[in-house]
């Protein structure tokens, strides 16, 4: 299996365009056949990702997005560059809503770039 | 204007009530339309003739309530509806006030909810779009056990999964029920949702939350309180939760996504 992303995305570290991000992963989740709870968990998990990494972005960044997609699974990495080196608090509401929605979540930095990443699998998949 | 010996309200029966109230809005009608009266007098009628006939719509409100919309915004509306009656009625038609205004402020509580409703003006072809999805998910959900994906909705209303995906996206424009606008019963006291919700429940009480956000989950409404945990803590899908709590998949998925947005604010601010 190859690593290279099917989809990518980059954008204005900023929320506003989280939404965007939002809208487009249903997008990819609707050719996937994922079920409309299906969509509904990976909307929020990117809404949730997204904060987490933008929490520390620096401003006037990029935010980063990736798609793996295959049968049934997508995986989704966020990523921009931040200020700071704290690493995303695993505490943090918004991580345990991610863990609760997704599977596979991992984060970490490299270099000045932190990123989150998830998988969630279609429920009707075979 | 009192009427003279009228006793006081609470110690009326209903129909008493009603009766005092067809007899004052004759009254004020006939002197309204009186050649007579003065420009002054006949604004003090009209003003009075509203008031007397506000609670008819609280009453044609409160049918639309629950529909996502707070009810003192279709009382609003509603009000211009009877005032619309007020300027428009004819004593002579020999009807009752009440019978030719309902249908005037009923069609004025629908018409905000057909084009004000909606926090972008989305085109009405996606208004429909919307409750076409809404409905037919409901059904699909019971027929197949689990929530349909966007390709089997599209193939059971005959329209593109793009048309789908657009009806889905216009339904995140539609305004959320405000997260205060609890319903109100005759008594002005909390009561519908929330009352059916029951606010114990056994399966939740066990729930572990974590100390950080407790006091942030304590602090949201009833109804946003336990659609959060349904879903993070008993691992229940929108549609499991929508079927639960009897609102419609749509309807937990916004409510969801505020009080998340709501969550994380808060706990920004806190840090």
Redesign the interface.
């Known amino acids: 299996m190859s690593h290279r992303p099917d989809v990518e995305l980059r954008l204005p570290a900023e929320s506003a365009y989280v939404a965007v991000l939002r809208m487009t992963t249903a997008g990819l989740a609707a050719r996937l056949d994922f079920t409309l709870d299906d969509i509904e968990d990976l909307r929020m998990a990117v809404g949730e990702a997204c904060a987490l990494v933008l929490d520390s972005a620096e401003p006037g960044g990029d935010l980063h997005a990736a798609f793996d997609l295959s049968d049934g699974t997508i995986r989704v990495s966020v990523s921009a560059d931040s200020r700071g080196g704290s690493e995303p608090d695993m505490d943090s509401f918004g991580w345990q809503v991610l863990t609760a929605l997704t599977s596979e979540v991992e984060t970490s930095r490299e270099g000045q770039l932190r990123w989150v990443s998830f998988t969630v699998r279609s429920s009707i998949a075979v | 204007m009192p009427l003279p010996g009228a006793s006081p309200d609470r110690r009326r029966t209903p129909s008493e009530s009603r009766q005092a109230t067809r007899e004052l809005s004759h009254a004020l009608f006939t002197e309204l339309a009186a050649p007579t009266t003065s420009a002054t007098r006949r604004v003090s009628c009209r003003e009075d003739l509203v008031r007397l006939h506000l609670p008819l719509v609280d009453h044609c409100a409160r049918r639309f309530m629950n529909r996502g919309e707070p009810l003192e915004d279709l009382v609003q509306v509603g009000t211009i509806g009877l005032i619309k009656s007020v300027d428009r009625f004819d004593t002579g038609r020999g009807v009752e006030f009440s019978t030719y205004a309902t249908p005037t402020i009923i069609g004025e509580i629908k018409r905000y909810f057909r084009d004000k409703g909606w926090a972008i003006r989305v085109p009405r072809r996606l208004q429909e779009l919307r409750m076409s999805i809404a409905s037919v ?1 409901g059904e699909m959900s019971q027929d197949l056990g ?6 089997e ?1 599209a193939e059971k209303l005959g329209v593109t ?1 793009e048309d ?2 657009d009806g ?2 216009s339904a995140n424009a539609y305004s959320t029920l405000s997260l205060d606008a609890g319903e109100t019963n005759e008594e002005g006291t909390g009561n519908s949702i929330l009352d059916q919700l029951g606010v114990d429940d056994e399966g939740l009480a066990h729930v572990e939350i ?1 100390e ?2 407790k006091p ?1 989950i304590e602090a949201l409404p009833a109804r946003e309180k336990r659609i959060l945990l349904l ?2 803590f008993r ?1 229940m ?3 499991q939760i929508a079927e639960e709590i009897g609102v419609s ?1 749509m309807h937990v ?1 916004r409510l ?2 505020r009080t ?2 709501q ?2 604010s808060s ?2 601010e806190v840090s």
């Open positions: 998910t689990r929530s349909p994906t966007p390709r909705i999964v789908v995906m889905i996206e974590r950080s956000i942030l879903r993070f691992g899908t929108q549609s998949q998925s969801l996504n998340l947005e969550l994380r706990l920004r």
